[in-house]
């Protein structure tokens, strides 16, 4: 069991000799077997937090502690072996196919020349088997998609055999099938290979399903860390996300849009088609209340409305638009 | 995968001591196969045969040996730090750099009490002094401008600048320097004696050494600095020594040979091309052997008989082409 935890840690950038400081005294903890989801709007310091872990930036102020061992007195060898981490930026390097990609991560174990031992080898191997690209290990590395090039990167990550795993966006210019693959690989690796992976990413949904933790970046707020349904509960992300245009809803996890909504209409019946009933409702700017005048009965497989039957949401916007202009006149 | 690139090895070693062999038997005076061996053998032969090959063709051979090598790995160094495909010690200015440094021993050697003409390791110091100073330069601009086209606009100004300063201190110095000034710009192998091929050597096996020694950690810098950094190399320092060997390499040559165009460009490119990969364990050695039989042969056309071609233009010839083509896949 490693623990990765940082006291009194202030993160951000120096420029000129002035420090820019984007978060400040962050006590975090980061433990083995979990899958940690980094979360916080857009400048919340998500990746400087990430690169100030890595050690590819140095912290303002505080300390990084693996164990015991202070995390920036460790040589760039030593550093290598406790943490790999998976960045933004694309690789390409002509003629390199997967295999060669994979074993830039035993760069910290093998010898000067760069040669392979058996062990590491096998390291390789068993990486590619992790991501399932084991088959394609003698593919050109440009010749893959975005998403099997991000499971290659995991790979050599894996490779590097350390007990901390970054990931930096990792499902970022992925099409949802991916998106949700690469979440549940992540996932599955946390809890079977007993590392600590922690990653940044801005799909609120699918991090609230796969992370068994969530540190939640607010942008000069500090950091929450709790489990997701528990920072749900706790209304941390409608504070964190607040806005005029939209909100977190609770009921789904996803963000919803805040219509101006300024009819009032009761909806009862069958339960998933009253969600998306009330999603097209609020698109129109109704809102569901109890008791309204205007009732919407939902059946599986119709909208009963006025008394009248209707087949399809298009109408029965249009219905509720007429009843609507008629009431108001 | 590997007994083909112990075929490709084993075809251009046999390649490289072919060229060298045509290239003592082609000149003005044409040497039979038998008479080289024998003057290489040690055995008596014709007077004029052995002058001519021994002291003449041998250490120019030689030279378009080191100099094809030393070229070809700076240029792949330098790509690969730049991770820049067009990076080269003559594009970037880094020639341009030594030709100052030399300038400034042949021709302010005037103005200095003592003589520095002829003092093989004044100019070879001097060329890599400045040639390792421009390459610093060119690194710290690479930082602030990252595309390629920029940092060779970049690259083209510095030799404009150097080749400024050149002329300024042209115009102070006396004509016997500036002929020997002149004559050193067109890029000759024949320049190198044996004198200066003792300097030479030392200086070109130290940078092609510390290549050697940084063959795992240029594959990390391919990954960009990040991912190299992550993987434990220590990037200063391995930036460092690049300068430092690359500084060694393109100063060291082009202090005796003068400027030699596009060899450093062109040569990691074919040698890519060829051996299909981009680990710098089996690049560096290709890089060797393709670079010494480019400049090989470049030696033999420049021997036609009756005139003497300079060097640099052959280079350009074959360089030249690489650099559009490279520009053009790009699009």
Known sequence: ?329 | MHSKNHLLFFAFSLLVVFLFLADLAWGSVAIPAKDIFSVLCGQQSSSIYTEIIVNFRLPKAITAILAGASLSVAGLMMQTLFRNPLADPYILGVSSGASLGTALVVMASGFLPFSFVGNGWALIISAIVGAALVLLIVLFVSFRVNDIVSLLIVGIMFGTIAAALVSIIQNFSNPDAIKLFLMWTFGSLSAVTWNYLQILLPVVLVGIGIAFFLQKRLDGLLLGENYARGLGIPISQTRSLIILATGLLAGGITAFTGPIAFVGVAVPHIARGIFQTSSHKILLPACMLVGAALLMICDIITQIPDYTLPVNTISALFGAPVIIWIILRRK
């Open chain 1, 1 to 329: 069991m490693s623990v990765l935890s940082t006291q009194h840690l202030s993160i951000g950038y120096r420029r000129k000799g002035t420090a820019n400081v984007i978060q400040h005294d962050l006590n975090l903890k980061l433990e083995s077997g979990k899958l940690v989801g980094l979360i916080g709007p857009n400048g919340s310091g998500k990746t400087t937090l990430l690169r100030t872990i890595a050690g590819l930036l140095k912290p303002i102020d505080g300390n990084i502690l693996i164990d015991d061992k202070e995390f920036l007195l460790l040589s760039q060898r030593e550093k290598a072996l406790n943490v790999s981490f998976v960045l933004t930026e694309k690789v390409d390097i002509p003629n390199a196919d997967v295999f060669d990609m994979v074993s830039f991560g035993r760069f910290p174990y093998n010898n000067w020349r760069g040669n392979l031992s058996k062990q590491d080898r096998t390291k390789v191997f068993q990486a590619l088997q992790m991501v399932r690209m084991e088959k394609m290990m003698h593919r050109y590395i440009n010749e893959l998609s975005d998403g099997e090039r991000q499971r290659v990167m995991i790979a050599k990550a894996l490779a590097q055999d350390t007990p901390i795993i970054l990931l930096d966006e990792p499902t970022a210019h992925l099409d949802v099938p991916n998106r949700v693959g690469i979440m549940l690989l992540l996932h599955k690796l946390a809890h079977t290979t007993g590392k600590m992976i922690l990653l940044s990413t801005h799909e609120l949904d699918l991090a609230l399903q796969a992370a068994d933790l969530i540190w939640l970046m607010s942008e000069n707020g500090g950091i929450e860390c709790g489990v997701p349904e528990d920072l749900v509960f706790s209304g941390s992300f409608n504070r964190t996300f607040a806005s005029d245009y939209y909100f977190f809803n609770e009921a789904n996890g996803n963000f919803s849009l805040n219509y101006p909504l300024t009819g009032k209409v009761s909806v009862s019946g069958n339960k998933m088609r009253v969600y998306w009933t009330l999603r097209a409702l609020a698109r129109a700017g109704y809102e569901a209340v109890e008791n309204a005048p205007l009732k919407i009965e939902v059946t599986d497989s119709a909208w009963i409305l006025n008394q009248k039957e209707i087949f399809s949401v298009a109408e029965m916007l249009d219905e509720l638009n007429n009843l609507n202009g008629n009431t108001s006149l």
